[in-house]
C-alpha cells in the first residue's frame, strides 16, 4: 500500500513562494508517475505538474508554466513542488497523487489515471 505523506502549505501574500513536499512511504516511486494536483472551492480537481520517475520528463499545466517547478531527491525519495510568483488564483487545496502503472503513452493528467492520493494540504494566497 503506498501512502503519500504532503506538507508544506501555508498562506502566503501574492507574489511569494511555496514549496511542498511529498514522501511515498513504504515503497520506491523510480517506476511511478508523481503528479501534483490542485482543487479550489466549487471546482473539479485540476493537474498542475507531473514527473516520470522513470525517465525524468516533467509536465506542467499551461496556467503555472514558469512559476512553479517539480523535482525529486531521491535519496530522500520525496517530490517537490516549487511555486513561485504565487497568485490569489492559485488558491486551493494541493495534492500529490502517484500512478504506479508504467506510463506507455502520453501523459497521465487526469485523477483518474492516479491511483493514490494524499490528504492534501492548504494554500492561500492573499492579494
Known amino acids: 500500500q503506498v501512502q503519500l505523506v504532503e506538507s508544506g502549505g501555508g498562506l502566503v501574500q501574492a507574489g511569494g513562494s511555496l514549496r511542498l513536499s511529498c514522501a511515498p512511504s513504504?515503497?520506491?516511486?523510480?517506476?511511478?508517475?508523481m503528479g501534483w494536483f490542485r482543487q479550489a472551492p466549487g471546482k473539479e480537481r485540476e493537474f498542475v505538474a507531473g514527473?516520470?520517475?522513470?525517465?525524468?520528463?516533467?509536465y506542467y499545466a499551461d496556467s503555472v508554466k514558469g512559476r512553479f517547478t517539480i523535482s525529486r531527491d531521491n535519496a530522500k525519495s520525496t517530490v517537490y513542488l516549487q511555486m513561485n510568483i504565487l497568485k490569489p488564483e492559485d488558491t486551493a487545496v494541493y495534492y500529490c497523487?502517484?500512478?504506479?502503472?508504467?506510463?506507455?503513452?502520453?501523459?497521465?493528467?487526469?485523477?483518474?489515471?492516479?491511483?493514490?492520493w494524499g490528504q492534501g494540504t492548504q494554500v492561500t494566497v492573499s492579494s
Open positions: 513504504g515503497r520506491t516511486f523510480s517506476n511511478y508517475f
Open positions: 514527473m516520470n520517475m522513470r525517465t525524468g520528463g516533467t
Open positions: 497523487a502517484a500512478r504506479t502503472a508504467t506510463v506507455v503513452w502520453g501523459v497521465p493528467r487526469s485523477p483518474g489515471e492516479f491511483d493514490h
